[in-house]
C-alpha cells in the first residue's frame, strides 16, 4: 500500500497547520460513541460512578455527626456539624433551622457552586466574618430557602475552599477540580462520583444533625452546584424535587462550547444524550429551572432548547418550572425556591 504523501508544511514549517484535535472532536460529535447498552439509564450510570466509593466509605469507622456551633442567624438557627464519609476526612455542614418551624418542614440540600464554599450560600465571606452585601453570584440561597419555611442542608463539596488541601492552593487555583479529577481518573474513578459518595452520606446522616429523615426532600444548586443536585436526585429517589440555577442548557451550548471547569465533565455521561435527556430522566419529580439572559458560560440559547425538550418531556401539565430572569451567572431564585418548598410541602400533606 503506497505510503500516504505527508501534509505539506505550513509558511512556520508545521505540517500539522496548527489544527490541533479538532477535526477529531468534530468527528466525535457528529459521530458520537455508540450509545449505552439496552436498559442502562443515566441513573444507573451515575449510580456506577458511585458504587466504587461504597467501599472506601465503609472503611470509615462511623463517626458519627458532632455538633460544634450553633448561632443565631436572621429567622433560623445557623448550626455547624462535622461529619465524615471517607476515614480521615471530616468536612463542614451547615444546618440552617428555622426559628419558627412548620410542622413537616421540608429538608433541602443545598449545593454551592466553584468559589470560597458553603459560606458564599449562609451569608458569610470567605474568612466567617458577616457578608451584608450578597454580591456573590451564590446570593446566600440557603438562607432564602431558610426563610421560607425549610430546614436547609448547606455540606462542604470536595475540592472547594475549606476543603483543599496544601497541594491544592495554588494562587491561581480557585479549586482543587482540575488535580483531583486527574489523580482520579488515573485510578479509574471521577471526582462526581466521589462527591456524590459524600453527598449520599450525607442524607444518610439527616437524624444525625437532628433532621427528620422522613420529611419531604429537596436539593437545591448553583452551576456546578446543580450538576450535583440533579445528579443526587437522579441516583437517590429520596429527592423529591429539584431546584437548578446556573446550569441547565444543552452540552452542545454550554461545556462543549468554551472553557469550563473539568469537573463539568462527568466521564461517559454523553451516551445518554444531551444534557436535557439526562434532566428528562428526573420526571414525573418536580424539576425547576432558571437562567440568567446575559449568563455567558450556560447560555440563554441552549437554556431555551433545553426548556423545550423538557416541556416535552414532562407534558403540558407536569411539574416543570423554566424562569428566566435579567443578569448573569447567578442565582436570582424567588420563583422556583418558593415552588420547590410548595411542592416539597405537598408532598407532606399528600403522604399524611
Known amino acids: 500500500m503506497p505510503e500516504r504523501p505527508a ?31 439496552p436498559g442502562a439509564t443515566a441513573p444507573s450510570y451515575l449510580a456506577s460512578l458511585v458504587e466504587p466509593f461504597h467501599s472506601l466509605a465503609a472503611a470509615a469507622p462511623g463517626v458519627p455527626p458532632r455538633l460544634i456551633d450553633a448561632v443565631p442567624g436572621p429567622g433560623y438557627v445557623r448550626q455547624r456539624w462535622v461529619i465524615e464519609a471517607f476515614a480521615s476526612m471530616p468536612f463542614g455542614v451547615f444546618v440552617l433551622r428555622p426559628t ?23 451569608g458569610l465571606t470567605d474568612d466567617g466574618s458577616t457578608d451584608a452585601e450578597r454580591t456573590d453570584g451564590h446570593a446566600h440561597f440557603a438562607e432564602s430557602l431558610a426563610a421560607l419555611g425549610a430546614n436547609v442542608v448547606v455540606p462542604d463539596i470536595l475540592g472547594f475552599g475549606q476543603r483543599r488541601s496544601p497541594a491544592d ?21 471521577s471526582l462526581v462520583g466521589a462527591r456524590l459518595a459524600e453527598l449520599v452520606h450525607v442524607l444518610d446522616s439527616l437524624a444525625g444533625v437532628g433532621l427528620d429523615p422522613r420529611a419531604p426532600l429537596g436539593a ?33 451550548s454550554s ?19 444531551e444534557m436535557q435527556d439526562v434532566l428528562a430522566d428526573l420526571a414525573p419529580r418536580p424539576l425547576l429551572i432558571e437562567s440568567g439572559r446575559d449568563d455567558p458560560i450556560f447560555p ?14 414532562y407534558g403540558t401539565d407536569g ?18 425556591h418558593a415552588r420547590l418548598v410548595e411542592h416539597l410541602a405537598a408532598a407532606f400533606t399528600a403522604a399524611r
Open 7 to 37: 501534509s505539506p508544511a505550513d509558511d512556520t514549517g508545521d505540517p500539522s497547520h496548527g489544527v490541533g484535535a479538532e477535526p477529531l472532536l468534530e468527528r466525535i460529535r457528529r459521530c458520537p460513541p455508540p450509545a449505552a447498552e
Open 100 to 122: 419558627e418551624p412548620a410542622a413537616g418542614a421540608p429538608t433541602v440540600l443545598a449545593l454551592h457552586g466553584h468559589g470560597y464554599g458553603s459560606r458564599q450560600l449562609v
Open 169 to 189: 492552593r495554588e494562587p491561581a487555583e480557585i479549586s482543587a477540580c482540575a488535580r483531583l479529577t486527574n489523580h482520579l481518573a488515573f485510578s479509574g474513578l
Open 220 to 252: 437545591a444548586g448553583h452551576s456546578g452546584g446543580s450538576l450535583l443536585a440533579s445528579s443526587l436526585g437522579l441516583l437517590d429517589d429520596r429527592v423529591r424535587a429539584v431546584a437548578l440555577s446556573a446550569y441547565a442548557n444543552t452540552y452542545a
Open 255 to 273: 461545556i462543549l462550547a468554551m472553557h469550563h471547569c473539568p469537573c463539568n465533565y462527568v466521564p461517559g455521561l454523553a451516551r445518554f444524550g
Open 300 to 313: 440563554l440559547p441552549g437554556f431555551r432548547a433545553a426548556a423545550r425538550s423538557l416541556r416535552r418531556a
Open 319 to 336: 411539574p416543570l418550572t423554566v424562569v428566566e430572569h435579567d443578569g448573569g451567572h447567578r442565582v436570582d431564585g424567588r420563583v422556583i
